[in-house]
Nanobody
């Protein structure tokens, strides 16, 4: 049972990246899925979340209009499309699976986390 993120890279300001989070050993459609990020010296923060069948989603204010979370339950994969990247988006990005929508901001309630993927935005 695992989640594995990919797609992190070094990109210039204004650039784009698409992160993927592939699940194995379980089916993601029974879970709400999220992306968190953690910058050096800062706490891990919720970036975006999507309900198990993709009907509802939310994004933190700092990424609204630039980032979009999506999921493909048939592929057991969650995505984060990141556009207009800024240096302050630099962080390790983690995906997570949680059973209750009310728990999306409570990290200790999560079923599973991935190991993370590094995103660096710099010229």
């Amino acid at each position: 049972v695992q989640l594995v993120e990919s797609g992190g890279d070094l990109v210039q300001p204004g650039g784009s990246l698409r992160l993927s989070c592939a699940a194995s050993g379980f089916t993601i459609k029974t879970y709400h899925m999220t992306w968190f990020r953690q910058a050096p010296g800062k706490e891990r923060e919720l970036v975006a979340a999507i309900e198990n069948y993709g009907v509802g989603r939310t994004h933190v204010d700092s990424v609204k209009g630039r980032f979009t979370i999506s999921r493909d339950n048939a592929k057991n994969t969650v995505y984060l499309q990141m556009n207009s990247l800024k240096p302050e988006d630099t962080a390790v990005y983690y995906c997570g699976a949680v059973a209750k929508w009310s728990d999306i901001r409570t990290m200790e309630k999560y079923y599973l986390w991935g190991p993370g993927t590094q995103v660096t935005v710099s010229s």
